[in-house]
C-alpha cells in the first residue's frame, strides 16, 4: 500500500468551477497535511497546510481533513486556467520529520 | 520573503563523475533537506540535516550520496560516480522545525547525466 495516495488525473474543470483533490494516507501516526503546487519544471509551491480535523479556508482554497478516515481533500473555488498544474499532497509525523508525498493530479481548468 | 536557493540551476555531467549540488537555505531555519524528483515521478525525500548530522535518511541514501553545511550558509549535496538513473531534479527545502514543520522548497537543480 502507497504511503500517499491520489488520483493522477488529468482532472478537467471549467474556468469558475469547482475543483475538488483528493488524497488518503496510509500511516495514522500522521500529523500534518499539506498541498503544495507545482507547475511543470518547477520546484513545489506550498498552498495550504492542516493540521486538525475540519476544514481550513485560505482564499479560494479549502483543505479538509479527517484522521479517522484517513483522508485530505483540497478544494479550489472560481478555477483559473493559472491554477492548472500538478497538486501535491505530502504527509509528515511531527516536528522536524521529512515529508511523504503522493504522486500529484494535474488539474486541468479549461476555458 | 526569504526563500531557498539553488545553484546550479541545470548541470550536465559524464557519468562517473562528481557532482556537487549547493543550497542557501531561509536564514532561521535550522533543518534542512535534499529531495528529488525524476522525470514524471514523485518527489522523494533523501536526506533530513539538523544540528550538523544527518538526522534521517532515506534507503535512496546511500553510500553515493554526502551533505555538509561547509558554512554557516551554505548546504550541499555530493553525488559521486554519478550514473544514469541519478538523472533528476534536486531539490533543498528548509524548515524551522516547529509545529506543523511547514517545509519550503528551493527551485531546484535539474541533473543529467549523460
Known amino acids: 500500500q502507497k504511503e500517499v495516495e491520489q488520483n493522477s488525473g488529468p482532472l478537467s474543470v471549467p474556468e469558475g468551477a469547482i475543483a475538488s483533490l483528493n488524497c488518503t494516507y496510509s500511516d495514522r501516526v500522521s500529523q500534518s497535511f499539506f498541498w503544495y503546487r507545482q507547475y511543470s519544471g518547477k520546484s513545489p509551491e506550498l498552498i495550504m497546510s492542516i493540521y486538525s480535523n475540519g476544514d481550513k479556508e485560505d482564499g479560494r482554497f479549502t483543505a479538509q481533513l479527517n484522521k479517522a478516515s484517513q483522508y485530505v481533500s483540497l478544494l479550489i473555488r472560481d478555477s483559473q486556467p493559472s491554477d492548472s498544474a500538478t497538486y501535491l499532497c505530502?504527509?509528515?509525523?511531527?516536528?522536524?520529520?521529512?515529508?511523504?508525498f503522493g504522486t500529484g493530479t494535474r488539474l486541468q481548468v479549461t476555458l | 520573503e526569504p526563500e531557498v536557493t539553488q545553484t546550479p540551476s541545470h548541470q550536465v555531467t559524464q557519468m562517473g563523475q562528481e557532482v556537487i549540488l549547493r543550497c542557501v537555505p531561509i536564514?532561521?531555519?535550522?533543518?534542512f533537506y535534499w529531495y528529488r524528483q525524476i522525470l514524471g515521478q514523485k518527489v522523494e525525500f533523501l536526506v533530513s540535516f539538523y544540528n550538523n548530522e544527518i538526522s534521517e535518511k532515506s534507503e535512496i541514501f546511500d553510500d553515493q550520496f554526502s551533505v555538509e553545511r561547509p558554512d554557516g550558509s551554505n548546504f550541499t549535496l555530493k553525488i559521486r560516480s554519478t550514473k544514469l538513473e541519478d538523472s533528476a531534479m534536486y531539490f533543498c527545502?528548509?524548515?524551522?522545525?516547529?509545529?506543523?514543520?511547514?517545509?519550503?522548497f528551493g527551485e531546484g537543480s535539474w541533473l543529467t547525466v549523460v
Open positions: 536564514s532561521n531555519h535550522l533543518y
Open positions: 527545502a528548509s524548515s524551522t522545525g516547529g509545529a506543523g514543520n511547514t517545509i519550503y
Open positions: 505530502a504527509v509528515n509525523k511531527g516536528t522536524a520529520s521529512k515529508l511523504t
